[in-house]
C-alpha cells in the first residue's frame, strides 16, 4: 500500500504533539508519564483489585470501565509499547504497522494442509489499543442470529437483544442516535469519506442480481451492498486506547504498564486452584503483581494470548501441557480449541479506468495524497481496509448471508505489497460462519516462545463448496451492466481456472487471513468450553476471560466491534460480582 513520504509522516506528527491531542498528550506529558512508568516499575507493584492482561480491543474498555468509580486499584499490562507511533493514527497506516515487530506479534500459522501446505502471517496488535491500533477500521457487529445462537447454546444474557444496549453504550454514531446505535459512548463511528466510481457500480452491480442495497450493516438487517462505516474520528483512527484508555490514564487508581511480557497466573501452592495474582517481565527482568482480597485476573490477551497465558499456568488440555512438560493444575479440554477465522479469496480485477495503484506508484500523485490528509483530513490517507461491503447468500434457501465480499479501488499480489502496475481493483470473499475448527497450542514452557497456530481451513465439505461459491459470485458481479463497463480482465485467479476443483485448489494457493480470529477459550457449558456466561474460568477461582477467544462462535463478519461488546458487557458482571 502507499509508501507515503517520511518527511509528511514526520510533519503529521509534529503537528499532534504540538496540539497535544493527537496522539495522547504533549510530549512533556508524555515525558511525565514515562518518569511515572519507571518509577513505577523500580517499586513493588503491590495489590490490585483487578489485573487485566492486555491492553488490546477488550482490555483497554475493561480499564476504563472498572477504574471509573474510583473505587478499584486497576492495574492494566501491555506486552507493547505507547501507541506513539505516527501511523497508528493514520487510517491507512495498517499497512506500516502490521508486520513490524513493534506494534505486531507478526505470529506464522503453522503449515495448513488446508492452504496446500501453506504457512501464512497471522498480524495482531502489540501495542496499546491491541489489534483495534492496526486493524482495518471497519466496523460491523454480526448478524441478530450469531448473538441468538449463543443463547441457544446455554448462554444466559448473550441474545441480540441483550447485547444490543453495549454495543449502542461503546457507539459514538456519527449519524446520531436511533433504534440501533448511540452516540454519547468512546468508540467514535464515521462515514467512509473516501469513494470512487467504480465503488457505486460495485453497488449497483449487486442490485442487478438481487442483492438490496444496505446503508446502514448494523441496524435492521445486515443483508445488502453498501459502503462500510469506520471507526475513525475527525480523519483518525478511534482505537481502543484512543477513545477508552487515553483520556483516563491520569486517574489515581489506574496503572499502565507497557513492555510487560504476561508469563504466567500465580497461585499459593502446586494444587491450588484460585489465583492470588500474575508474574510478567520487563525487558525480561520478573514482576508480579498480587490480589487484593476478592481481587480477580482478567485474561484480555486475546485469541492467540489467553489460551496461550492459561497453558502456560498448567490450564488446558492434559496432552498439550504433557508435551511441553508443563504440570497439569487443572484440565480443561477446550483451551486452544475451537479456533475459528474467516479465510478470505482476493480477486484482481484490471480496469480501465484509474484506482489508488496509478495514484501511489506515482510520486508526484502520492505527494498530492499526503496534502489533502494534511489540509482536509480526506483522501486515500483517511480510507479503511475496504471501502464497500456486500453480505450475500450462496444458496437460495439460507435465512441469513453466509458470506461477505469487501471491495477495494487497488490491487496488489498481496495485501501491503507494492501495487500492480494496471489499475486494478479486488473483490475479496470470506465464508462467515465456517465449520473447520483450528486449535492453539504452546510447545514450549519458555513464555517467550510462540504457540503453534493450527486454523484446519478448509477442512470441511461445507467449507470448500462456499469458498467455491463466493468465487463465482464475484465473477457474476463483474459480468453485470453495471460493472462490466469497468473491467478489462480477471488478473487473479484467472479465467482460466474455471471448474469447481481448480478454484478450490486456487483458493488453497492464494487465501489469506482476513485478520478475525476467534472462539479458543469459549464460553459455554460443554466439555470443550473455557468460560461459563459471565466469562469466569471453569473451575479456576477469581479467573475471567474477555476477549474475542470467548465467542462460542464466530461472529459474521468483522470481529473489532464485538470484542468492545463483550467487554462493556463484562466490565457490568465484573463490577457486579465485586458488590
Not at 510520486?363 to 453480505?391: D, N, P, T
Not at 489499475?423 to 486449535?439: A, D, H, K
Request: proline letters at 6%; a neutral charge.
Amino acid at each position: 500500500m502507499p509508501t507515503f513520504p517520511a518527511r509528511l509522516v514526520r510533519h503529521i506528527h509534529s503537528f499532534g504533539r504540538k496540539s497535544g491531542n493527537w496522539f495522547g498528550g504533549t510530549e512533556a506529558h508524555q515525558r511525565a508519564r514515562a518518569v511515572e512508568g519507571l518509577r513505577a516499575l523500580s517499586q513493588s507493584l503491590g495489590q490490585f483489585d483487578f489485573i487485566i492482561a492486555g491492553a488490546g480491543s477488550a482490555g483497554c474498555v475493561l480499564a476504563n470501565r472498572l477504574s471509573a468509580s474510583g473505587k478499584y486499584r486497576v492495574l492494566l499490562l501491555e506486552a507493547g509499547g505507547r501507541d506513539i507511533n505516527p501511523w497508528i493514527h493514520v487510517p491507512v497506516g495498517y499497512f506500516k504497522t502490521m508486520h513490524n515487530p513493534k506494534t505486531d506479534w507478526c505470529f506464522k500459522t503453522e503449515p495448513d494442509p488446508g492452504l496446500n501446505g501453506r504457512s501464512i502471517d497471522w498480524p495482531r496488535g502489540k501495542t496499546l489499543g491491541g489489534s483495534s491500533s492496526i486493524n482495518g477500521l471497519l466496523y460491523i457487529r454480526g448478524q441478530r442470529e450469531d448473538y441468538d445462537q449463543w443463547r441457544q447454546m446455554g448462554n444466559a444474557g448473550w441474545s441480540y437483544d441483550d447485547v444490543l444496549p453495549y454495543f449502542k453504550r461503546a457507539e459514538k454514531q456519527e449519524r446520531g442516535p436511533d433504534a440501533y446505535h448511540g452516540d454519547d459512548g468512546p468508540l467514535s463511528v464515521s462515514d467512509a469519506v473516501f469513494h470512487r466510481d467504480v465503488c457505486g457500480a460495485l453497488i449497483d452491480a449487486a442490485e442487478e442480481i438481487g442483492i438490496p442495497r444496505n446503508d446502514d450493516f448494523n441496524g435492521a438487517t445486515q443483508e445488502g451492498a453498501g459502503y462500510f462505516q469506520l471507526t475513525t474520528r475527525r480523519g483518525r483512527r478511534c482505537s481502543t486506547a484512543t477513545g477508552y484508555l487515553n483520556p483516563v490514564r491520569n486517574r489515581p487508581n489506574l496503572e499502565v504498564v507497557t513492555h510487560a511480557h504476561v508469563e504466567r497466573l500465580l497461585f499459593e501452592g502446586e494444587q491450588a486452584r484460585e489465583v492470588t495474582g500474575i508474574a510478567f517481565s520487563t525487558k525480561r527482568q520478573p514482576r508480579q503483581a498480587t490480589l487484593s482480597p476478592g481481587g480477580e485476573v482478567i485474561l484480555s490477551a486475546g485469541t492467540i494470548g489467553s489460551p496461550h497465558l492459561l497453558q502456560l499456568s498448567g490450564i488446558g488440555p492434559g496432552d498439550v501441557l504433557g508435551a511441553a512438560g508443563i504440570p497439569v493444575r487443572h484440565a480443561l479440554e477446550g483451551v486452544g480449541g475451537n479456533l475459528q477465522d474467516h479465510l478470505q479469496i482476493r480477486m484482481v480485477y484490471e480496469v480501465n479506468v484509474p484506482t489508488l495503484n496509478n495514484e501511489v506508484n506515482n510520486i508526484f500523485r502520492r505527494m498530492l495524497i499526503g496534502a489533502q490528509y494534511v489540509f482536509a483530513g480526506k483522501g486515500a490517507m483517511a480510507m479503511g481496509a475496504s471501502q464497500v461491503c456486500i453480505f450475500a447468500r450462496t444458496r437460495a434457501e439460507l435465512n441469513a448471508p453466509d458470506i461477505q465480499f469487501h471491495f477495494q479501488p487497488l490491487s496488489a499480489d498481496k495485501p501491503g505489497l507494492k501495487m500492480h502496475p494496471f489499475p486494478g481493483v479486488t473483490i475479496s470473499g470470506c465464508q462467515l460462519r465456517p465449520e473447520s475448527r483450528g486449535n492453539i497450542a504452546l510447545g514450549s514452557p519458555n513464555p517467550h516462545d510462540y504457540p503453534a497456530i493450527r486454523p484446519n481451513y478448509l477442512s470441511t465439505p461445507l467449507d470448500q463448496q462456499t469458498v467455491v461459491a463466493s468465487m463465482r459470485l464475484s465473477r457474476r458481479l463483474t459480468q453485470t451492466r453495471a460493472l462490466s463497463a469497468y473491467i478489462v480482465e480477471e488478473k487473479m485467479p484467472g479465467p482460466e481456472t474455471a471448474t469447481d476443483e481448480e478454484l478450490l485448489d486456487m483458493a488453497r494457493n492464494i487465501s489469506q487471513t482476513i485478520y478475525h480470529p476467534t472462539s479458543t477459550c469459549k464460553m459455554g457449558s460443554d466439555k470443550m468450553a473455557v468460560v461459563d456466561q459471565r466469562l469466569k474460568v471453569r473451575g479456576v477461582g477469581r479467573l475471567r476471560v474477555v476477549d474475542a477467544s470467548i465467542m462460542p462462535v464466530i461472529t459474521s463478519g468483522n470481529t473489532n466491534a464485538p470484542t468492545i461488546m463483550i467487554a462493556e458487557k463484562a466490565s457490568d458482571m465484573i463490577l457486579e460480582d465485586a458488590g
